[in-house]
Nanobody
Framework: QVQLVESGGGLVQAGGSLRLSCAAS????????MGWFRQASGKEREFVAT????????DYADSVKGRFTISRDNAKNTVYLQMNSLKPEDTAVYYC?????????WGQGTQVTVSS
């Protein structure tokens, strides 16, 4: 069983930056692909970014390409999401996700609010 704890959310003005962290425990972190998803109020959860186990392959939603960067530190069992040039439409609860064959874990989420 893997536990994921997100942190780093908060209130920021449009154009600002935030760095989210997701600390993992209870499993072999480096065996999981990691991702970030988000869910705005009244909307379905959507994909934001993903990174493979070694960190050499990433993918992003079109809406965040060029503004967000996902990274991981396997020595620290942590995945990050650097968010720059934030927009009000980025406002959502951001969730960390760990996945490998047959298993899928979620964190509790961290709120990001971008004011205009």
């Amino acid at each position: 069983q893997v536990q994921l704890v997100e942190s780093g959310g908060g209130l920021v003005q449009a154009g600002g930056s935030l760095r989210l962290s997701c600390a993992a425990s209870g499993g072999t972190f480096s065996s999981y692909s990691m991702g970030w998803f988000r869910q705005a109020s009244g909307k379905e959860r959507e994909f934001v970014a993903t990174i493979n186990w070694s960190g050499d392959s990433t993918d992003y939603a079109d809406s965040v390409k060029g503004r967000f960067t996902i990274s991981r530190d396997n020595a620290k069992n942590t995945v990050y999401l650097q968010m720059n040039s934030l927009k009000p439409e980025d406002t959502a609860v951001y969730y960390c996700n760990a996945v490998r064959t047959y298993v899928n874990y979620w964190g509790q989420g961290t709120q990001v609010t971008v004011s205009s």
